[in-house]
């Protein structure tokens, strides 16, 4: 599937490239205001485990996730729930997102705006950061060594925060290698079978150093989930079909963020790698 996506998005990058260049872009963005601060919303939320909730209608595995979908009206539910920020599904083809959800999203709610798609070349860093977005996501696991060093810097550069997602330790250690993340996601989600395990985050926490944040992703379905992750050492975590599936979107934030205002007593993360 991971194979699948990086092709279609090459094919998607390249008719881009064929309208707006990526000089039109970084020209432009010189009169954008600054980013809203992705890192630092989640590092300094007064919750114990702070949240990243996502807009989501489909995905490769589950299909349609949420039929009466509004970006704009879950976004809004997401506000009212006190969500510290928001991840923006903008892959059309498998996800059933739009890019314009960024912008439309960012003109409602304060917080700060993850854009989540599959970034495979510098023109989507670019096109993320006039778009709205405050950061971006890059997947180890369908870059290089090299590309997670360009696309990391250039993100910075350009004012954009970045999300590095890991699946397994050979992942980690290839991230680690290549930069000094400002922030770490762990996918609990197997990407050849598509089924999650929490203790994908409880065992790589371990491996990274505990000056880094973490974000723990996939699978996280109930208060006693977050708090497993969260003793693990896990900052943050991210959700999305679990908020996406419950008719009263406000509810199930409060549901599953339930006690969480106060940071408890983490176990020990280690700096072996």
Same mark, same amino acid.
């Given at each position: 599937?991971?194979?699948?996506?990086?092709?279609?998005?090459?094919?998607?990058?390249?008719?881009?490239?064929?309208?707006?260049?990526?000089?039109?872009?970084?020209?432009?963005?010189?009169?954008?205001?600054?980013?809203?601060?992705?890192?630092?919303?989640?590092?300094?939320?007064?919750?114990?485990?702070?949240?990243?909730?996502?807009?989501?209608?489909?995905?490769?595995?589950?299909?349609?996730?949420?039929?009466?979908?509004?970006?704009?009206?879950?976004?809004?539910?997401?506000?009212?729930?006190?969500?510290?920020?928001?991840?923006?599904?903008?892959?059309?083809?498998?996800?059933?997102?739009?890019?314009?959800?960024?912008?439309?999203?960012?003109?409602?709610?304060?917080?700060?705006?993850?854009?989540?798609?599959?970034?495979?070349?510098?023109?989507?860093?670019?096109?993320?950061?006039?778009?709205?977005?405050?950061?971006?996501?890059?997947?180890?696991?369908?870059?290089?060594?090299?590309?997670?060093?360009?696309?990391?810097?250039?993100?910075?550069?350009?004012?954009?925060? !970045?999300?590095?997602?890991?699946? *397994? +330790?050979?992942?980690?250690? &290839? $991230?680690? @290698?290549?930069?000094?993340?400002?922030?770490?996601?762990?996918?609990?989600?197997?990407?050849?079978?598509?089924?999650?395990?929490?203790?994908?985050?409880?065992?790589?926490?371990?491996?990274?150093?505990?000056?880094?944040?973490?974000?723990?992703?996939?699978?996280?379905?109930?208060?006693?989930?977050?708090?497993?992750?969260?003793?693990?050492?896990?900052?943050?975590?991210?959700?999305?079909?679990?908020?996406?599936?419950?008719?009263?979107?406000?509810?199930? !934030?409060?549901?599953?963020?339930? *006690? +969480?205002?106060?940071?408890? &007593? $983490?176990? @020990?993360?280690?700096?072996?790698?």
């Amino acid at each position: 599937m991971l194979r699948k996506i990086v092709e279609q998005k090459k094919g998607e990058v390249a008719i881009l490239r064929q309208g707006t260049s990526l000089q039109q872009m970084l020209t432009e963005m010189k009169a954008l205001p600054a980013t809203r601060g992705f890192v630092n919303a989640l590092t300094t939320s007064p919750r114990k485990v702070s949240l990243i909730a996502e807009v989501k209608k489909a995905s490769p595995s589950k299909g349609i996730i949420r039929a009466n979908f509004d970006p704009v009206a879950i976004a809004g539910s997401y506000q009212e729930a006190g969500v510290d920020a928001i991840s923006v599904l903008t892959d059309e083809t498998f996800f059933q997102g739009e890019l314009r959800y960024l912008q439309m999203i960012k003109e409602l709610v304060p917080q700060p705006l993850l854009r989540k798609d599959f970034t495979i070349d510098e023109y989507q860093i670019a096109q993320s950061r006039v778009s709205g977005a405050d950061a971006i996501l890059l997947i180890a696991a369908i870059l290089d060594s090299e590309q997670i060093k360009h696309f990391y810097q250039m993100a910075v550069e350009i004012g954009l925060d !970045v999300l590095i997602e890991v699946h *397994d +330790q050979t992942e980690l250690e &290839q $991230v680690m @290698s290549a930069v000094e993340p400002m922030l770490l996601g762990i996918n609990n989600r197997d990407l050849r079978t598509f089924t999650t395990n929490l203790d994908t985050s409880v065992d790589l926490l371990k491996l990274i150093p505990s000056g880094i944040p973490v974000v723990s992703e996939s699978g996280l379905a109930t208060a006693e989930d977050v708090h497993l992750v969260g003793m693990a050492g896990a900052r943050s975590i991210l959700v999305g079909e679990q908020f996406m599936r419950q008719e009263d979107v406000v509810q199930a !934030v409060r549901e599953l963020m339930q *006690d +969480q205002h106060m940071k408890p &007593q $983490v176990i @020990s993360r280690g700096d072996t790698i």
